[in-house]
């Protein structure tokens, strides 16, 4: 989850409680789940039921899609999925433990949860909040602390207690008590807090992260945390995160593994990108790229965006809804507005639509990594979500898209990001 990119993104997001597991593999793992969305919001509401089923007829074509480690010391946590762009797995905090939802986001370094102070925003009175005065452990701090993402912010101070992750626990960690998240992107949210798994470079105040006492404390084996995302729609499971080890159930054949190349997000460099088998010409001489948790789409710069929806047909969300909109006052006036006004209002947060029917039509999209070819198919890069009967890909930020399909190992102890065929 980060706030801005240099050149193009591979990130993935994670959010949701989790169930705790475990197994005779000596692992500890955070099980996911998934949940469907029934419907974006959406301005319907403001017509009368013969302007809605207009809407409705315009939209016909536009049909919803349903298509769509070795070691055995590691703990495993396991995730839970949301539409297969939002994951997420539980927490421990203080002693006794209050439970809480977090996104594991390794394009952040910092741990937060609501505050029990927080009493001025709506999104907290809708979450767990933490309560200092119940727990036996708490370590008064106080450092003010405010954190920028690219869809949100949050503000509060920081504390110090002890954090339960899976089965490990981290002692006198410090986190930030959230006592302001303004706006809307937390209210809905089906997380309680983010925990920031990025380097300590990027963490507010240089709070030392979660992950790096897990390994000061030798509470981890091997200096490697890796990510599975179950991508089955009908699978039980959201996935699993793995701290201190690989599991090798999750993967298919060997990694690719590729250099961090600066300290802060998990970046490398990336070769070039593939539309079909045509290149994009971007980053032919190479770019730098980013493996995000915190982020659930393939994020880049509009250059190659766009390149992409126009080689698979795509239309801006609110365009095609402009179009829907207009549909029942005539062909000529439709054409005229299709032609001055739909086609060239913009997407704010990059959503696009498509006709279903198109997918099996569509191209491939490629990444060229460490010399190998990583290949995404049409139904694997479009994020499958209801509105009304339109189907809707977000096509301008992508990380679990990716790591989706391909499990994905971040290898602290030699600097490294790996990639390989999700089992």
């Known amino acids: 989850m980060v706030t801005k990119f240099s050149a193009v993104w591979i990130a993935l997001l994670l959010l949701f409680p989790v169930v705790l597991s475990s197994q005779n593999d000596g692992l500890i793992r955070i ?11 959406h301005p319907v509401g403001a017509f009368d039921s013969k302007e809605e089923e207009a809407m409705r ?63 001025f925003s709506l999104a907290c009175y809708l979450h767990s909040r ?37 089965d490990l626990v981290v002692k006198n960690q410090d986190f930030i008590e959230a006592t302001k998240e303004p706006g809307i ?44 995302l179950n991508r089955n729609v009908k699978g039980k499971e959201g996935g699993e995160i793995v701290f201190g080890g690989v599991d090798p159930n999750h993967y298919k054949g060997e990694h690719t593994y590729v250099s961090v190349t600066q300290k802060g997000y998990w ?47 795509a239309s801006g969300i609110i365009s095609q809804e402009c179009k829907t909109l207009v549909a029942q006052y005539g062909k000529v006036i439709l054409e005229m507005l299709i032609a001055q006004l739909c086609d060239r209002l913009p997407s704010p947060n990059g959503e696009s639509t498509v006709d279903c029917s198109s997918l099996s039509s569509m191209p491939h999209i490629s990444f060229i990594i460490g010399g190998k070819v990583f290949g995404l198919r049409p139904e694997q890069f479009v994020a499958d979500a209801r509105l009304d009967n ?7 930020d992508s990380g679990d898209i990716f790591m989706g399909p391909y499990h994905t190992v971040f290898d602290y102890g030699n600097l490294r990001v790996g990639f390989a065929e999700a089992a």
């Open 267 to 313: 970046q490398f460099d990336m070769g070039d990108i593939l539309v079909g088998n045509e290149t994009t010409g971007f980053c032919g001489d190479g770019c730098k790229a980013i493996a995000d948790s915190g982020t659930s789409l393939l994020a880049g710069p509009t250059t190659v965006i766009t390149q992409i929806n126009h080689a698979i047909g």
């Open 185 to 228: 992107t937390f209210l809905a949210a089906k997380f309680d807090g983010v925990l920031g798994l990025g380097f300590q470079e990027i963490s507010v105040v240089k709070a030392v992260p979660v992950w790096y006492n897990m390994v000061n404390q030798g509470l981890v084996t091997e200096q490697i945390f890796s990510f599975w």
């Open 390 to 396: 339109f189907r809707i890909i977000k096509l301008k």
């Open 57 to 119: 007829a315009a939209a016909k074509k536009y049909q919803f899609c349903n298509n769509i480690g070795n070691s055995s010391d590691a703990d495993i946590v396991a995730l839970k999925n949301y539409l297969d762009t939002q994951y997420y797995g539980e927490i421990g905090i203080g002693t006794p433990t209050q439970t809480f939802t977090v996104i594991f986001d390794t394009g952040s370094s910092n741990l937060w949860v609501p505050s029990s102070k927080c009493y």
């Open 31 to 41: 099980g996911l789940k998934k949940k469907k969305l029934d419907q974006v919001n």
């Open 130 to 166: 933490y309560k200092s005065s119940e727990s036996i452990t708490y370590k008064k701090n106080g450092t003010s602390a405010a954190i920028q993402y690219g869809t949100g912010s949050i503000a509060g101070f920081f504390s110090q207690d002890n954090v339960k992750v899976g």
